[in-house]
């Protein structure tokens, strides 16, 4: 079955909101989803044209939340939290496991371009801390000895 054209998709999206602009986020979101986890300019200008506004509006949006990525990503994406609960319970042990596993420093992607680790502001699950998201779907709570297999379970995928 062949997908719809982005812009179709987006028209769908912004049908359902009173104001074109209300959809900023489902729509930025799609547009990521569609071109590889990230927002290059042509995606930012996609989802400005459907909105009917401009695309640094867009770029503003997108560069304010976590969850967007205005620079290419790993076709895995691992988000360790580093906020208060996540820091207490050991979230740094947590993201120098993924460092010494994933052989990639924080922040930076593998050369492979397999996986992106980064760190990211709470995630809402401080009552299971510390919070880790494997490709958008939490893992919690993740101590260092889980780390292994998840960087295994990556590598299989
Ligand atoms: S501080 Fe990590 S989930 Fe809230």
Redo the contacts with the bound molecule.
């Keep these: 079955m062949a997908t719809r054209p982005l812009a179709d998709e987006i028209q769908a999206i912004v049908d359902q909101y009173p104001e074109r602009r209300s959809a900023v986020l489902a729509t930025l979101r799609l547009a990521q989803e569609r071109h590889g986890g990230w927002l290059p300019p042509d995606a930012l200008r996609e989802a400005a044209d459907a909105l009917d506004v401009t695309p640094a509006y867009c770029e503003a949006v997108a560069s304010f939340y976590d969850m967007f990525h205005l620079a290419p990503v790993g076709e895995h994406l691992v988000e360790v939290?580093?906020?208060?609960?996540?820091?207490l319970v050991g979230?740094q042990q947590v993201l120098e496991a993924f460092e010494r596993e994933l052989g990639v420093r924080a922040g930076e992607t593998a050369e492979d371009g397999s996986v992106t680790l980064r760190t990211i502001?709470?995630?809402?699950?401080?009552g299971?801390?510390?919070?880790v998201a494997i490709d958008h779907r939490y893992r919690?709570p993740v101590r260092p000895e889980d780390v292994p297999a998840i960087a295994e379970e990556l590598r299989g995928r």
């Design positions: 939290c580093t906020n208060l609960s996540c820091a979230a502001e709470c995630a809402g699950g401080c299971r801390a510390v919070v919690e």
